[in-house]
């Protein structure tokens, strides 16, 4: 019995056109300045850990090189929540949800189910995107973020380690994405799982998996509350 559903975020409740037209020009545009700010601990932590990585390269210049190959890397994460804070706070961002979203997800947690999110976007951004919607603030639907602090979103052992932290047997949480690489891992750790092959997105279906185009399908499929 499925009792508690993890969402990802871009291609799943939110369109990625949002993301890459939207979100991603903004934090570009933000990041120089952004970089120059020598006083935050968090950019100096995400700075020093890029020259780890790119000893001698400038690090302004290799995030700008994994924002056009939209790397999912944790430092850039960081950096392009910080950049999003004040977008989100001042009104000049607000997510644009897939219509579905908002309903279906007030209808499970009203219903009795635990939502919690698993996005690469860091979980300053992912509170942000959910707490400025045009539906209002939705973090309180949910009771737990995960980013890319537990590992990677390909990764069977990332999804152990959220089963863990929410003390449920994995069977009874549903995985929802978009990448049918994230639903393997998830799967390979005993999540039950869907993807969400999003027509706007155009999701590539992939083979041997419940879809859905949609979460009221997916309550459909799987049984869950509806509003
Ligand atoms: C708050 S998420 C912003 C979008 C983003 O940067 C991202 O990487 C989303 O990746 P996902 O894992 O949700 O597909
Ligand atoms: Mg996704």
């Given at each position: 019995?499925?009792?508690?559903?993890?969402?990802?975020?871009?291609?799943?409740?939110?369109?990625?056109?949002?993301?890459?037209?939207?979100?991603?020009?903004?934090?570009?545009?933000?990041?120089?300045?952004?970089?120059?700010?020598?006083?935050?601990?968090?950019?100096?932590?995400?700075?020093?850990?890029?020259?780890?990585?790119?000893?001698?390269?400038?690090?302004?210049?290799?995030?700008?090189?994994?924002?056009?190959?939209?790397?999912?890397?944790?430092?850039?994460?960081?950096?392009?929540?910080?950049?999003?804070?004040?977008?989100f706070e001042d009104g000049t961002l607000q997510a644009d949800l897939y219509p579905d979203v908002p309903p279906a997800l007030k209808a499970w947690s009203k219903g009795g189910l635990r939502l919690a999110v698993y996005s690469s976007g860091s979980i300053p951004s992912q509170k942000l995107l959910y707490g400025y919607t045009a539906q209002g603030d939705l973090t309180p639907l949910f009771?737990?973020?995960?980013?890319?602090?537990?590992?990677?979103?390909?990764?069977?052992?990332?999804?152990?380690?959220?089963?863990?932290?929410?003390?449920?047997?994995?069977?009874?949480?549903?995985?929802?994405?978009?990448?049918?690489?994230?639903?393997?891992?998830?799967?390979?750790?005993?999540?039950?799982?869907?993807?969400?092959?999003?027509?706007?997105?155009?999701?590539?279906?992939?083979?041997?998996?419940?879809?859905?185009?949609?979460?009221?399908?997916?309550?459909?499929?799987?049984?869950?509350?509806?509003?």
């Amino acid at each position: 019995m499925i009792r508690l559903v993890l969402l990802d975020i871009e291609g799943t409740t939110l369109p990625i056109s949002f993301v890459r037209d939207v979100m991603f020009p903004y934090a570009a545009k933000a990041l120089p300045a952004l970089m120059q700010d020598h006083t935050n601990p968090t950019v100096a932590a995400a700075r020093a850990d890029i020259v780890m990585e790119y000893p001698g390269q400038d690090p302004l210049k290799v995030c700008q090189d994994w924002m056009k190959a939209d790397v999912k890397a944790a430092p850039l994460k960081t950096l392009q929540g910080l950049t999003w804070r004040q977008g989100f706070e001042d009104g000049t961002l607000q997510a644009d949800l897939y219509p579905d979203v908002p309903p279906a997800l007030k209808a499970w947690s009203k219903g009795g189910l635990r939502l919690a999110v698993y996005s690469s976007g860091s979980i300053p951004s992912q509170k942000l995107l959910y707490g400025y919607t045009a539906q209002g603030d939705l973090t309180p639907l949910f009771e737990d973020f995960f980013d890319l602090s537990t590992g990677g979103k390909k990764d069977a052992e990332s999804y152990e380690k959220i089963t863990a932290a929410v003390g449920l047997p994995a069977d009874d949480i549903l995985f929802l994405s978009d990448i049918g690489a994230e639903l393997d891992a998830a799967r390979t750790a005993g999540m039950s799982v869907c993807q969400l092959v999003r027509e706007q997105d155009g999701t590539v279906p992939h083979s041997g998996v419940a879809q859905a185009p949609d979460l009221t399908s997916v309550s459909s499929q799987f049984g869950l509350p509806v509003a």
